[in-house]
């Protein structure tokens, strides 16, 4: 007549409750992705994603060192250059003057090793077409060229200080290309994150408006179908047979069976992106008093980290990493 099963034992008392938690999400375990504009006097507010800016440089720097002071685990940084620095080929990307590399030369000098310093290896913010690539004379991306130009991309990062390099732009043999690179240019410390299985999805539609995107199109023909799983695994075979150094999934929420299958199959490090349009639909529920914000932000982190993720990527990393500390 009574249960003899009772699971609500457990959950009597915050202090018991506490005690049965399987996971925890620490603060060591985020990054803070970072947009650094060209040219601005003021940082400037992202409409789409409220409380997320471009950077001015000296303001990235400071952000950066809060970040690192609430104990976030890296910076990943996005460089937005100023339209007229925008060509065909994303040159802006590879001259150290151009402002990521910059911006990672400024960081590193300020920060030292106290975080882990990565930067975007892709040239989507520096083409005046908006595509991850060069194009080739029909207007397609053109693969095996634009792994040159990641090549040279990487070697101008690492030598601007960063710790991590993290392809983006879905080309094959992107991962093998910019190691051979790195190693040649005597830098064999610098590692790869490899954004392995990414997922041509309408939830980057924020982060077009955070770097000034000019892409006119999709990225479907090289960024992965939300339609298929499999492949994601044959992308991180890939990967891990190239040298990544550590793989992620992207967008994470709406792919956590992905991270899931991923985490049983990496022997590396599992990395996730909440993406700028998981932030935007968070941020919006709450700004309309529909979901609480704290709540929400940390379940979803749980989430990533149950799923399967050791490291999140997160535009609510310093936030976050003040709440788990409290
Ligand atoms: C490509 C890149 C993108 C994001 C990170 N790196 C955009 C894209 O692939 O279209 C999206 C990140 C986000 O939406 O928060 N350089």
Same mark, same amino acid.
């Given at each position: 007549?009574?249960?003899?099963?009772?699971?609500?034992?457990?959950?009597?008392?915050?202090?018991?409750?506490?005690?049965?938690?399987?996971?925890?999400?620490?603060?060591?375990?985020?990054?803070?992705?970072?947009?650094?504009?060209?040219?601005?006097?003021?940082?400037?507010?992202?409409? $789409?994603?409220?409380?997320?800016?471009?950077?001015?440089?000296?303001?990235?720097?400071?952000?950066?060192?809060?970040?690192?002071?609430?104990?976030?685990?890296?910076?990943?940084?996005?460089?937005?250059?100023?339209?007229?620095?925008?060509?065909?080929?994303?040159?802006?990307? !590879?001259?150290?003057?151009?402002?990521?590399?910059?911006?990672?030369?400024?960081?590193?000098?300020?920060?030292?090793?106290?975080?882990?310093?990565?930067?975007?290896? !892709?040239?989507?913010?520096?083409?005046?077409?908006?595509? !991850?690539?060069?194009?080739?004379?029909?207007?397609?991306?053109?693969?095996?060229?634009?792994?040159?130009?990641?090549?040279?991309?990487?070697?101008?990062?690492?030598?601007?200080?960063?710790?991590?390099? $993290?392809?983006?732009?879905? @080309?094959?043999?992107?991962?093998?290309?910019?190691?051979?690179?790195?190693?040649?240019?005597?830098?064999?410390?610098?590692?790869?994150?490899?954004?392995?299985?990414?997922?041509?999805?309408?939830?980057?539609?924020?982060?077009?408006?955070?770097?000034?995107? $000019? &892409?006119?199109?999709?990225?479907?023909?090289?960024?992965?179908?939300?339609?298929?799983?499999?492949?994601?695994?044959?992308?991180?075979?890939?990967? &891990?047979?190239?040298?990544?150094?550590?793989?992620?999934?992207?967008?994470? @929420? @709406?792919?956590?069976?992905?991270?899931?299958?991923?985490?049983?199959? $990496?022997?590396?490090?599992?990395?996730?992106?909440?993406?700028?349009?998981?932030?935007? @639909?968070?941020?919006?529920?709450?700004?309309?008093?529909?979901?609480?914000?704290?709540?929400?932000?940390?379940?979803?982190?749980?989430?990533?980290?149950?799923?399967?993720?050791?490291?999140?990527?997160?535009?609510?990393?310093?936030?976050?990493?003040?709440?788990?500390?409290?």
């Amino acid at each position: 007549m009574y249960p003899t099963d009772r699971p609500r034992r457990l959950r009597t008392t915050p202090a018991l409750r506490r005690l049965v938690a399987e996971h925890d999400v620490a603060p060591r375990q985020l990054v803070l992705p970072m947009f650094v504009a060209d040219g601005l006097a003021e940082p400037r507010p992202i409409a $789409s994603m409220p409380g997320v800016v471009q950077h001015t440089l000296e303001t990235a720097r400071r952000a950066a060192e809060d970040a690192t002071e609430a104990g976030v685990g890296g910076i990943m940084l996005f460089g937005v250059p100023e339209p007229a620095a925008k060509d065909a080929d994303g040159s802006a990307g !590879c001259d150290p003057s151009g402002i990521l590399n910059r911006s990672l030369r400024q960081l590193r000098a300020d920060l030292g090793d106290s975080t882990v310093l990565m930067a975007d290896t !892709c040239l989507d913010e520096f083409t005046d077409h908006g595509h !991850c690539g060069v194009l080739d004379e029909q207007g397609r991306v053109d693969n095996d060229a634009t792994l040159e130009h990641y090549a040279r991309l990487a070697v101008a990062q690492a030598s601007a200080g960063a710790h991590v390099v $993290s392809p983006s732009g879905m @080309m094959d043999g992107q991962v093998g290309r910019i190691r051979g690179a790195l190693d040649d240019a005597g830098h064999a410390d610098v590692a790869i994150l490899a954004y392995s299985a990414k997922y041509a999805s309408a939830l980057y539609g924020p982060f077009r408006e955070a770097v000034g995107s $000019s &892409l006119k199109g999709t990225r479907a023909s090289y960024q992965q179908d939300p339609a298929n799983a499999r492949e994601s695994l044959r992308e991180v075979t890939l990967d &891990l047979a190239e040298g990544a150094d550590m793989v992620m999934v992207k967008p994470a @929420m @709406m792919y956590l069976d992905i991270i899931r299958d991923v985490a049983a199959a $990496s022997t590396v490090p599992v990395a996730a992106y909440q993406v700028s349009g998981e932030y935007s @639909m968070i941020s919006a529920a709450a700004e309309r008093g529909w979901i609480d914000l704290d709540r929400a932000i940390l379940e979803s982190l749980l989430s990533i980290h149950r799923a399967g993720a050791g490291i999140i990527l997160t535009y609510w990393a310093a936030d976050a990493a003040r709440m788990l500390w409290q």
